[in-house]
């Protein structure tokens, strides 16, 4: 089949062979896949996971780039073939499911997207476990449908901030999860502040409901000595976003960290200190969120087309990449 | 009256001057004044403080140490004389209170240790809000009274970090602060794994009761890697550690930062994020906590005594600063 591998550092189409699947698995013809911004810092600081590789206890752990990897984890399939023993599906059925592979027989589970063995949906085909596979209503469009990942991401981040009562809170970015953070967080009845540098974005979360779009650049603080936020989602992630999400942020506050920033950072402890403040570090969902997601964008809870500005084809996809942080777009969408 | 004053990074004892007391204020003769980790790294890093100070909001904040600061913050002392409208206080009371000055006729509260314009207790003399005295039981020897601020200190760590129910706990660093962690972690029935460099202090730790004490520097990784711990104290302050403690505590676990690291500190947000740790940063104490602070000290159910290795003389403290870090000495106290 064609995919397209990360070799090293490197983007390219090539022609790679499926595994059969095994026991309780269902190879996926995939629809469309989300780009997500992880396998753009994935593809760039490739080399740094071998750090969360050793500490043994990271998600993105047991892919080797040097090997060829093909990424894509945000997708939605049609069920094209079975491994032994599956049931209650039938070729063609539209299906997402969490990016992950349950054990089979002895071999451990793996991440979809960033595995060295089984590809991602960064091609035709992908294997899923049939176990995790959720059914997507004929409603929903493909590509809206392969918002569920990052919507269960935004999700799980507002769970687990576990807000009491409705309250102001500031998302930092205004990037995919930023947007559906603030998204579920209007759900949820909360005055929501995003900040992002890019005017395109903010305009796009202004049409989608959030209160105020700001500047960080030229506004943040201002608006923020006055009354700073008790709760700050940190949804960029790269060097410098968490010191500024604790710069923003009230006394005895808590910063969401949903940003995932693959380089060391600093921070100064002693403003963390002085403030009381609680950083909280969030990664991926549950079963439930997931399931939740997928619920939201079919009833359209979450508008999820919304945020989506562009597809691309396969052959596009390794140029879209780079392209990832122009300030014009907001989720791109590999469709076949 | 004679004092030791921080200049710059200088320490010298010279002849200062001793504010009136101003309405609601008890002058008192010191007893005896703890030295404090922090003060060390204050006075070494006292220029870094600037920028605690530009966030307006720390505690360490109105200081200016090129004007001279008497600093000194777990004191306990003798009343000594009266401002307008102190009623209830004796002459020759011992006392210990939160180095807090309350707002007086307008003017702002300030710390009492870290201020330019009052005194703190490395110095014959302090100034103190009679709202926020605490008489000390007379079967209290003034050196162990002193111990009330940092084992305040110690329990709201505790407290902010409301352990559900008996558990095994990690407390990284041995000096003061770390052990009367250790000791309110005992007190509430925990297992306490204390880790230190130094070989003295992990001897004090066992003779305390401490379950382990271990060595970081060689034993560390391999006694956490098979039931890390969900709790870990970080109590040591300095470059580094927030990172170490990230490592060592277990997936979903938590963090509490006591240690007050005054530089700039380098963390990887990744293994926090795959980890879905939090960090919980934690700062000084309510005035309850400070009550049962002076309680468990005077009923002997926090041993305070047997962490003091050492007193000195006014005379003898600038020297005995630099020794702090000496793995010999635990707490050191300056006693009149």
């Not at 200190?273 to 079919?298: C, M, P, R, W």
Request: with cysteine; glycine share 10%.
């Amino acid at each position: 089949m064609r995919a397209m591998v990360l070799r090293g550092r490197d983007l390219k189409i090539e022609e790679v062979s499926l595994p059969a699947p095994g026991p309780g698995q269902v190879v996926g013809r995939v629809l469309a896949c989300g780009i997500c911004g992880s396998d753009l810092h994935y593809a760039r600081f490739a080399g740094d996971l071998r750090y969360a590789s050793r500490s043994e206890r990271g998600v993105l752990s047991n892919a080797d780039t040097a090997a060829g990897v093909v990424m894509g984890h945000e997708f939605v399939a049609e069920v094209f073939e079975f491994g032994e023993g599956v049931t209650g599906w039938q070729k063609g059925d539209r299906v997402v499911s969490m990016p992950i592979l349950a054990p089979v027989g002895g071999k451990p589970g793996q991440s979809i997207g960033y595995s060295s063995e089984y590809p991602g949906a960064y091609g035709e085909f992908v294997i899923m476990s049939a176990l995790l596979l959720l059914r997507v209503p004929d409603s929903l469009p493909d590509r809206t449908a392969a918002l569920t990942e990052p919507c269960a991401v935004a999700l799980h981040a507002v769970r687990e901030a576990a807000l009491p009562a409705p309250t102001e809170v500031l998302v930092m970015g205004a990037g995919p999860i930023g947007l559906l953070t603030a998204l579920w967080l209007k759900n949820d009845g909360h005055r929501v502040i995003i900040s992002d540098p890019a005017e395109p974005r903010r305009r796009l979360a202004k049409t989608l409901g959030v209160d105020i779009a700001l500047d960080p650049t030229s506004e943040g603080s201002q608006v923020f000595s006055e009354r700073p936020p008790e709760v700050v989602f940190e949804c960029v992630g790269i060097q410098g976003t968490l010191q500024e999400a604790m710069e923003h942020v009230a006394r005895r506050g808590r910063v969401i960290v949903a940003g995932v920033c693959m380089l060391e950072d600093r921070i100064r402890p002693l403003l963390a200190i002085n403030k009381h403040l609680t950083l909280q570090f969030v990664l991926g969902y549950s079963a439930d969120e997931f399931t939740e997601s997928l619920a939201a964008l079919a009833e359209g809870r979450i508008p999820g087309e919304r945020l989506i500005t562009r597809s691309v084809s396969l052959d596009e996809l390794p140029a879209a990449f780079p392209d990832l942080a122009n300030p014009h777009d907001c989720k791109v969408v590999l469709q076949f």
